[in-house]
């Protein structure tokens, strides 16, 4: 199985999405596990794509009493590291605010 997979504070998570009946999207994530001296060797806020080779769905409870799923990976090769590009707004053509029209 192939699977994109981020590395941030909290550990190795990846993403997935479904659409609802009215058409929206919905996001979400799964927390993925390695074994410390088998980790990928990638930084904070990259992507990494893996094949996963051996491993199997588990679970843990969260501060709440949610069951969340957890995938852990026992072997896996990586296929490609790929950097998260930060995109900056452009500032060109702002204009000032102005105090007294903020509808808030």
């Known amino acids: 199985m192939k699977l994109n997979i981020k590395k941030s504070k909290y550990g190795f998570s990846a993403n997935y999405g479904a659409d609802k009946t009215d058409g929206t999207k919905v996001y979400g994530y799964v927390q993925v596990g390695f074994r ?3 980790e990928p060797k990638i930084t904070e806020n990259q992507n990494a794509r893996i094949f996963i080779k051996d491993g199997f769905l588990s679970g843990f409870v969260s501060k709440g009493t ?3 799923p957890k995938l852990v990976v026992l072997d896996y ?3 490609e590291i790929k950097d998260n590009q930060v995109k900056e707004v452009s500032k060109v053509n702002l204009k000032p605010i102005n105090d007294e ?4």
């Open 36 to 38: 410390k001296d088998n």
């Open 66 to 68: 949610e069951l969340k």
């Open 77 to 79: 090769e990586v296929i």
């Open 101 to 104: 029209t903020v509808p808030f």
